[in-house]
C-alpha cells in the first residue's frame, strides 16, 4: 500500500510539472499572437511588445478562475472518453507531456500552431488506447471541432470588415496619412497627398540635401488632431489597448484548458494550479517567442497603425465571446485569421506563408494524437 500511495504522489508530481511544461510551450508559441502587429507595424519595439504581452496575458491566466469555468470543465477530458478514464493520472500525464512536446517543437521552427488543437489530439489518441471506438465522437465534433472550424473563417471576415470600416471613418473625418523621415537627428513631416507611401515620398517637396534611405527606415503616422490630441497619438493608444485585449482574452481562454489537467490531483488547491500555469506561460513567452513573432509580425502581411488596431479587436472580439460561451476556439486561428483578412483587404497577404501555417494546423492533431497514443501505451505498462 506504501509503495502504490507513493508511485501515486511520483506520478502526480509527474503530471505537474508536465502540465507546466505544457503552459511553457503555450507561453512560447501563443503570448505573442496577442502584440503581433504592434511590432508589425512599428508602433513599439520587440523587448516593449513582449513585455506588455507577458503582463496583460498573466491578467487574463489570473481572471480565468473566476470567469472560464465551462472552459476548465471542458477540457478535462469528460464525455469524450468514460469518466473511469478521465480521472487516470496516467492518461492525463499522457496528454500533457504530447501536447507539450508538440507545441514546444512547432514553437522552436516557427509555426504558430493551436495549442487546442495539441490537447484534442492528444485526448483522441489516448482514448483510443482506453476505449478504441467507444469514444463518443459526436461530443468531439459538436463542443471541439466545429468551433475550431468556424472560428478563423469568421477571423478572416471580422478583420477585413472592421478594417474597411475603420478606414472609411478616418478617410471621412478627413484625417490623412503623413510619412516622418529623420534626417540626422531631426525630424520632418513629409506630406502623403497619394494612397501609395512609396509615390507620395516622390511627389514630396524634398530638401536638395535630404537622402531617401530604404522605405522601411521610414515611418507612418496619422495627421492632424482628435479630442485634443494627435491622430497618431489616439491610434497608437487604441492599438496598445486593442493588442491587451487579445493578450488578456487569450489568457482567459487558454489558462482553463491547461489547469485542466490537474483535476485529478484533488489534494491540490485548484487555484495554486491556475498560479502555476499562469507563471510558466508567461516565462515561456519572454524566453521563447522569438521565431514566432517573426512570423506573425513580418511574414503574414505587412500592416500599418490601422490595420493592426483593426486585427486586433476582431481577434479580441471573437476570444472573448468564445470564452465567456465556453467554445474552445484557438486564439491562434484567430489572430492568423484576422491578420489574413486585413492582406487580403490590402493585398499584401502572403498566401505561401499562411498556406505553410494552415498545413501545420492540419499536421498539429494527428501528430499529437500519434504521440499520445504511444506515450500512454508505454505508461499503462510501465506501470504493470
Known amino acids: 500500500m506504501l509503495r502504490w500511495r507513493q508511485l501515486l504522489l511520483m506520478t502526480l508530481v509527474l503530471l505537474f ?7 511553457y510551450s503555450n507561453g512560447a508559441n501563443d503570448n505573442f499572437k496577442g502584440i503581433a502587429s504592434l511590432f508589425g507595424s512599428r508602433t513599439c519595439n520587440y523587448r516593449t511588445a513582449i513585455s506588455w504581452a507577458m503582463i496583460t496575458t498573466f491578467a487574463g491566466s489570473i481572471m480565468s478562475i473566476f470567469l472560464a469555468q465551462t472552459l476548465l470543465k471542458k477540457f478535462s477530458g469528460k464525455g ?5 478514464f478521465v480521472g487516470s493520472e496516467y492518461f492525463l500525464l499522457a496528454v500533457a507531456i504530447c501536447a507539450g512536446l508538440t507545441v514546444i517543437i512547432a514553437t522552436l521552427t516557427g509555426f504558430p500552431i493551436s495549442t487546442t488543437h495539441a490537447l484534442i489530439g492528444a485526448i483522441i489518441g ?3 488506447v482506453a476505449v478504441g471506438p467507444a469514444m463518443n465522437f459526436s461530443s468531439l465534433g459538436k463542443g471541439f471541432v466545429l468551433p475550431l472550424l468556424l472560428s ?6 471580422a478583420g477585413g470588415l472592421l478594417y474597411v470600416i475603420f478606414h472609411g471613418a478616418r478617410v471621412a473625418l478627413g484625417l490623412k496619412k503623413e510619412w516622418c523621415v529623420c534626417i540626422g537627428e531631426e525630424e520632418r513631416v513629409i506630406a502623403m497627398p497619394q494612397p501609395n507611401p512609396l509615390l507620395a515620398l516622390r511627389a514630396a517637396p524634398l530638401p536638395l540635401n535630404l537622402t531617401i534611405d530604404e522605405l522601411e527606415n521610414c515611418r507612418e503616422r496619422y495627421g492632424g488632431n482628435f479630442l485634443g490630441f494627435t491622430s497618431q497619438q489616439v491610434v497608437d493608444a487604441a492599438h496598445f489597448f486593442s493588442a491587451e485585449t487579445v493578450s488578456f482574452a487569450r489568457g482567459l481562454n487558454d489558462t482553463p484548458k491547461i489547469v485542466a489537467l490537474l483535476l485529478v490531483w484533488k489534494a491540490l488547491d485548484i487555484r495554486w494550479g491556475f498560479a502555476a500555469v499562469a507563471v510558466t506561460m508567461a516565462i515561456g513567452g519572454l524566453l521563447n517567442a522569438r521565431k514566432i513573432a517573426d512570423t506573425m509580425s513580418k511574414k503574414i ?3 500599418n497603425h490601422g490595420q493592426g488596431f483593426s486585427a486586433n479587436l476582431s481577434t479580441a472580439l471573437l476570444v472573448i465571446a468564445a470564452s465567456l460561451y465556453g467554445l474552445p476556439v484557438s486564439t491562434t486561428h484567430v489572430s492568423v485569421g ?3 483578412g486585413i492582406g487580403v483587404v490590402t493585398r499584401r497577404a502572403n498566401p505561401r506563408v499562411v498556406s505553410a501555417i494552415v498545413l501545420s494546423w492540419i499536421v498539429t ?3 499529437a494524437a500519434l504521440l499520445a497514443s504511444c506515450v500512454y501505451w508505454l505508461l499503462l505498462h510501465i506501470a504493470r
Open 17 to 23: 510539472l508536465a502540465t507546466c511544461f505544457l503552459a
Open 80 to 84: 469524450i472518453v468514460p469518466d473511469h
Open 126 to 128: 489516448c482514448g483510443f
Open 152 to 157: 478563423p473563417v469568421l477571423a478572416i471576415a
Open 301 to 303: 502581411t505587412s500592416m
Open 338 to 340: 484576422s491578420l489574413f
Open 365 to 367: 492533431l494527428p501528430c
